[in-house]
């Protein structure tokens, strides 16, 4: 990775992180909505912790604590790269959930909901785009996807769940009402902007076909069918490349591309349905 990319992974990670963080403190915690994910489970056991015990810890300290050990399963099972990025971006929601004061913009619950939901699907969106994520549950979810066969959306859908019914009986219904409002809302500007479950197919017109393939390979272990091509205009003979990959994995392509064979030309399609061996998650 040179230094252009390592800059721009860095800067998403602090401005996905500062909006989450900004979710959390300004919009979600001060209004008792709760989040999705791993941020969302931190955030209901702070909130018990308070109302149930004499023991007070910020949600901040809560996501660090419960993101070292996702971090560990991460190295170890997924690509090294997606998790120390995950987890850089996990400490340093953390870190900003704790130094940024807790204060209310908004009294009315829908509207923090709606906001706080918007600024976690950006910091969360932007994540994905760059190829790593904000930590948590889904470096839990690719892990249990690759042992258990279940995909990624089914696994993040019971913890929402769970998030939901615990805040329904220990807080009230209106809450876990908004909260599902605050998950869709993150879950729709998610989409908006990245998601891991849309499949892309990219063709890739290149003359440096071998060295094209062993690039992406270093990244992504994918299938890769090389069909013979020949331009109309030139008759210059070449090759394309046609891969299907989520979206988590088409800035590892892009990347791969940019630094191989610049001259090659793209085109990504959106896949509307893949039959056969398709694997819904990163590689180990």
Sequence with gaps: MNRRELGKKLFFAVVSSILLALALNNFLIPASVFGSGINGVAQLASTLLARFSPINIQTGWLILLFNLPIGWLGWVKIGRSFTVFSFLSAVLTSAFSVLLPIH????NPLMNALVGGALT?????????YGFSTGGMDIIAFVL??????TIGTLMLITN????????FAFSWAIALYTIISIFCMSRVVDSINTSQQKVTVMIVTQKSTALVQAIHQHLIRGI??????????????NVLMVVVTRYE????????NQTDPAAF???MNTTKVMGAFVDQRPA
């Design 225 to 238: 069918t090389i069909l013979p091509a020949r331009g109309a205009y030139s008759h210059q003979e070449s």
């Design 121 to 129: 699907g950006l910091g969360v969106g932007y994540a994905l785009r």
């Design 104 to 107: 209310a913009l908004a009294a």
């Design 145 to 150: 996807a690759k042992t258990t066969g279940k």
């Design 250 to 257: 088409l800035y590892d392509i892009e990347r791969a591309v």
């Design 161 to 168: 769940g769970i998030i939901v019914l615990v805040a329904g």
């Design 266 to 268: 793209v085109n990504v």
